[in-house]
């Protein structure tokens, strides 16, 4: 059952354009999200966290958004670079879990090009 | 600082045998977390181990099975492969359980194929 949904696989934006990624989440006990950034041959980064308390983070070109009521949160990145071509994960943790444990979404492809 | 290593990056195996991954956490973490990422999906959470103690592990039959060593460091085993047991397997490594949550690290994963 997938807890963390990340209903676009793919995004293509210009360079200098925002991105917008989506991510959707189904359990009410999720009180803490992540971005996560993959490129070929890595483990995911660490981008941005939220903490449900909040609606809002920002950090340099990357806000994410979250709404608590639609149970959606979205990264921003403004603008946007090639070197931003990755793939992004949304992953989000359990305030109701005694474990590190985090759900990711399948992630979505973005290609920043010229 | 080294970040998380992971050992061997690349691993082909037959059906039915067993295998076994490493992981090296950053210096001064005492907390490794495995995930197994199946091509198009997310990584999907298999153990977290805190002190040598495995403190939860996820929706995975007992065919896999992982230690922690004195140093941190720790492994992952898997018996009786399956060929949907191909993936990448990341190890995430935390300075402690609690702070896992908010911060994970993770290795560049070891590519699985089993054939």
């Known amino acids: 059952d997938q807890q963390v949904k990340q209903n676009s696989p793919s995004l293509s934006v210009q360079e200098g354009r925002i991105s917008i990624l989506n991510c959707d989440y189904t359990?009410?006990?999720?009180?803490?999200f992540l971005w996560y950034k993959k490129y070929p041959a890595e483990g995911p980064t660490f981008l941005i966290s939220?903490?449900?308390?909040?609606d809002k983070n920002e950090d340099g070109r990357f806000t994410v958004f979250l709404n608590k009521s639609a149970k959606h949160l979205s990264l921003h990145i403004v603008p946007s670079q090639p070197g931003d071509s990755a793939v992004y994960f949304c992953?989000?943790?359990?305030?109701?879990?005694?474990?590190?444990?985090?759900?990711f979404g399948r992630g979505t492809q973005l290609t920043v090009w010229p | 600082d080294a970040g998380v290593t992971q050992s061997p990056t690349h691993l082909i195996k037959t059906r039915g045998q067993h295998v076994t991954l490493r992981c090296s956490p950053i210096s001064g973490h005492k907390s490794v977390s495995w995930y197994q990422q199946v091509l198009g999906q997310g990584p999907q959470f298999i153990f977290q181990y805190y002190e040598k103690e495995e403190r939860g592990r996820g929706n995975f039959p007992d065919r896999f099975s992982a230690r922690q060593f004195p140093n941190y460091s720790s492994e992952l085993n898997v018996n009786a492969l399956l060929l949907g047991d191909s993936a990448l397997y990341l190890c995430?490594?935390?300075?402690?359980?609690?702070?896992?949550?908010?911060?994970?690290?993770f290795g560049p994963g070891t590519r699985l194929t089993v054939t």
């Open positions: 995430a490594s935390s300075g402690d359980p609690d702070r896992a949550r908010y911060e994970q690290y």
């Open positions: 992953a989000a943790s359990d305030r109701g879990s005694t474990l590190g444990r985090l759900y």
């Open positions: 939220i903490s449900s308390i909040k």
């Open positions: 359990n009410s006990m999720f009180d803490y």
